[in-house]
């Protein structure tokens, strides 16, 4: 008993996540199919990409809670210039929102001195504003087959999407683990006044490390009107909790200095098989919030006692 407890604490993602599978395989003989799973993989890889950049933005002492509605500003904004015919302008023009409200953050953040989270939580009001006025509260449908192959296409019966978030993560690891980019976001959020003695450009990679969260967002809005043919002005309403929550449930420190790229992925297959599990046993969504808020919450404590 005191073994498994041992392995809770080490690695309460991993355990929890195997746990899920195990549990939701007994209750439901739907769940652990090939096409269930793929389908989870592609429902989990509009959140776990925009996850991977809350990772390094969270791990250098900071937060972005704009990542929801800079994803809806990315996605009417790619939609409306995809209406025009040209896919590579539209997917440029998405990225360039995404990374413009990035770069006013960081850069915000970095030179005032605000905190990440006033700061974040107004860009999150404007982006949405600016979505409605944009759109006039109107969706926008209707692309090109070759841009839907993006979210709804298949490579080997493999979701195109499913590539494109081991894409971003297999970078996101790269960045962390292999540049110093990676090693003075760790730096900056265990001490950040340390790091800037010692001659690191602090403010340089905070804007750059929040310009990364902004143009995660847009490559996640370009996946998810891809596979729904639609841009609509309230998409990404709660994105910027989900991202939370998975960067907590994979074991990094809200207070910075601390987590993975691989834990998130992991806190964002956890985050997808609850809901897809819950789904299957019928669960009433009333009651899936309280599911899913009370596992962040024991995932928080068991890391509280690490």
């Known amino acids: 008993m005191k073994g498994i407890w041992n392995l809770m604490r080490r690695y309460p993602v991993v355990v929890g996540f195997i746990a899920l599978l195990v549990v939701l395989s007994i209750l439901s003989d739907r769940f652990l199919t090939i096409s269930n799973l793929l389908n989870v993989l592609r429902q989990v890889s509009v959140q776990a990409i925009i996850a991977f950049g809350m990772t390094i933005v969270i791990i250098s002492g900071g937060i972005d809670l704009s990542v929801g509605s800079v994803f809806a500003f990315s996605a009417v904004v790619l ?9 590579l302008l539209a997917v440029l023009a998405g990225l360039g929102v995404g990374a413009l409200f990035g770069l006013f953050n960081g850069f915000v953040i970095a030179k005032a001195k605000l905190q990440p989270f006033i700061v974040t939580l107004a860009t999150m009001a404007i982006a ?3 979505t409605l006025l944009y759109t006039n509260g109107m969706p926008i449908t209707g692309f090109s087959d070759a841009f839907r192959f993006i979210g ?3 490579i080997f ?3 195109v999407p499913v590539f494109i978030m081991f894409g971003v993560f297999f970078l996101t690891w790269y960045l962390l683990s292999q540049t110093k980019l990676g090693l003075y976001a760790y730096s900056i959020g265990g001490n950040e006044e340390a790091t800037r003695l010692s001659g690191v450009n602090v403010d340089n990679y905070k804007i750059i490390f929040y310009t990364l969260s902004g143009v995660y967002s847009a490559i996640s809005a370009m996946i998810l009107i891809a596979r729904l043919n639609s841009a609509q002005p309230i998409f990404g309403e709660g994105y910027e909790l989900d991202a939370i929550a998975a960067v907590v449930l994979g074991g990094a420190s809200l207070s910075g200095g601390k987590g993975t790229v691989l834990g998130t992925l992991f806190g964002a297959l956890i985050m997808g098989i609850i809901n897809n599990g819950l789904n299957l046993l019928n669960v009433s969504p ?21």
């Not at 939609?79 to 896919?87: N, V």
């Not at 009333?286 to 690490?306: H, M, N, P």
């Open 157 to 159: 019966s493999i979701p």
């Open 152 to 154: 709804r296409g298949e």
């Open 128 to 130: 949405r504003s600016f």
């Open 286 to 306: 009333f009651y899936q919030q309280a599911v899913k808020g009370s596992i962040i919450l024991a995932a928080v404590l068991l890391e509280r006692e690490k």
């Open 79 to 87: 939609a409306s210039i995809l209406k025009q015919g040209s896919i």
